[in-house]
T-cell receptor, first 116, second 109 residues
Framework: EAGVAQSPRYKIIEKRQSVAFWCNPI?????LYWYQQILGQGPKLLIQ????????DSQLPKDRFSAERLKGVDSTLKIQPAKLEDSAVYLC??????????????FGPGTRLTVL | KNEVEQSPQNLTAQEGEFITINCSYS?????LHWLQQHPGGGIVSLFM???GKKKHGRLIATINIQEKHSSLHITASHPRDSAVYIC???????????FGKGTLLTVNP
């Protein structure tokens, strides 16, 4: 079974530039998560999708971050414009999530973003 | 105060030693995850627990719901076990995973 795929693996940009990350979850997984992990900290949930709908985006800085999952499969996360404090690893995860059942989240390899 | 606290923050061991990493949480949970993160960022889920104990190879995870505490044990540690180990809990109040800051384990040959 193929895992969660993310690209690019690394990205270096200057502040005020734009950047986009892509995630392909495990086939059949309805729930997709984007996390931000700043060095030395645990991951922080940015947004959660159930199929193509947003379940939770309460911690997404909506003035500069946006995410979509138009067909309920792949997802993109965009930052525009980037700030220095956006330097982090961006992790995508997916889970099967049967109703009433807490399922395991499977994580992708992450995209390491450096903003100069 | 973080809802999930891990200890120690950093741990250095010699190959073959028995390792214990602890996780305490302050709220009601429906499940607890232990995750492994290698340099480069990728995360692997090791265990998901809601009670008792689970074992996989040299890894053992236990949870005490009453005491709000979980431990991850590694027997006969090996340099390839070197990684960050993260505890994450799924709160009863919502569906989110709340993460600890991780424990950096270095196993020297």
């Amino acid at each position: 079974e193929a895992g969660v795929a993310q690209s690019p693996r690394y990205k270096i940009i200057e502040k005020r530039q734009s950047v986009a990350f892509w995630c392909n979850p495990i086939s059949g997984h309805a729930t997709l998560y984007w996390y931000q992990q700043i060095l030395g900290q645990g991951p922080k949930l940015l947004i959660q999708f159930q199929n193509n709908g947003v379940v939770d985006d309460s911690q997404l800085p909506k003035d500069r971050f946006s995410a979509e999952r138009l067909k309920g499969v792949d997802s993109t996360l965009k930052i525009q414009p980037a700030k220095l404090e956006d330097s982090a690893v961006y992790l995508c995860a997916s889970s099967l999530d049967h109703p009433g059942y807490t399922d395991t989240q499977y994580f992708g390899p992450g995209t390491r973003l450096t903003v100069l | 105060k973080n809802e999930v606290e891990q200890s120690p923050q950093n741990l250095t061991a010699q190959e073959g030693e028995f390792i214990t990493i602890n996780c305490s949480y302050s709220v009601g949970i429906s499940a607890l995850h232990w995750l492994q993160q290698h340099p480069g960022g990728g995360i692997v889920s090791l265990f998901m627990l809601s009670s008792g104990k689970k074992k996989h190879g040299r890894l053992i995870a236990t949870i005490n719901i009453q005491e709000k505490h979980s431990s991850l044990h590694i027997t006969a540690s090996h340099p390839r076990d070197s990684a960050v180990y993260i505890c994450a809990v799924k709160l009863n109040s919502n569906y989110k995973l709340t993460f600890g800051k991780g424990t950096l384990l270095t196993v020297n040959p």
